[in-house]
């Protein structure tokens, strides 16, 4: 969030915890929600221009995920892949993704970016996608070569 801010955006975090919102509430609206355990915080058609998800899986939430996102929208979601259960924790294989999986779950958006394996510092393997859901309407395009 405090990227996020830095860079001129509006942020919203969600957490289960109190004191993480505490220390995130410095840089946006934050919103205390079990979103394991209770329904979704943000009403249909929220339409974030970025869903930002780092070292959390929680798969039942990948629609949420989609859905939240406004046309043109960016995902950025890190989190560990198979292999990190070699290195020591997160282990256990429910919060692992399996290889390709977040290409699988978000294959409704356009790949920008993707990565799926070991990173050494710090030691750890990942998966990550950069993706954007797609738009009917693109405000800005590329620049005519030639005039018509």
């Given at each position: 969030?405090?990227?996020?801010?830095?860079?001129?955006?509006?942020?919203?975090?969600?957490?289960?915890?109190?004191?993480?919102?505490?220390t995130a509430a410095?840089?946006?609206?934050?919103?205390?929600?079990?979103?394991?355990?209770?329904?979704?915080?943000?009403?249909?058609?929220?339409?974030?221009?970025?869903?930002?998800?780092?070292?959390?899986?929680?798969?039942?939430?990948?629609?949420?995920?989609?859905?939240?996102?406004?046309?043109?929208?960016?995902?950025?979601?890190?989190?560990?892949?198979?292999?990190?259960e070699t290195l020591?924790?997160?282990?256990?294989?429910?919060?692992?993704?399996?290889?390709?999986?977040?290409?699988?779950?978000?294959?409704?958006?356009?790949?920008?970016?993707?990565?799926?394996?070991?990173?050494?510092?710090?030691?750890?393997?990942?998966?990550?996608?950069?993706?954007?859901?797609?738009?009917?309407?693109?405000?800005?395009?590329?620049?005519?070569?030639?005039?018509?």
């Open positions: 969030m405090r990227y996020l801010q830095d860079l001129g955006h509006h942020a919203t975090g969600v957490d289960r915890s109190p004191q993480a919102l505490e410095a840089f946006g609206h934050t919103v205390l929600a079990d979103i394991e355990a209770g329904p979704w915080p943000f009403p249909d058609g929220s339409n974030f221009d970025a869903v930002v998800v780092t070292n959390y899986l929680w798969r039942p939430l990948f629609p949420s995920i989609f859905n939240s996102l406004a046309a043109g929208g960016v995902l950025i979601y890190e989190t560990f892949a198979t292999g990190q020591g924790k997160p282990s256990n294989p429910d919060f692992l993704l399996q290889t390709g999986e977040l290409l699988q779950a978000f294959s409704g958006l356009r790949v920008v970016a993707y990565e799926d394996g070991f990173l050494d510092t710090p030691a750890r393997f990942v998966q990550r996608v950069a993706a954007v859901k797609p738009s009917d309407v693109y405000t800005v395009g590329p620049p005519a070569r030639y005039s018509l």
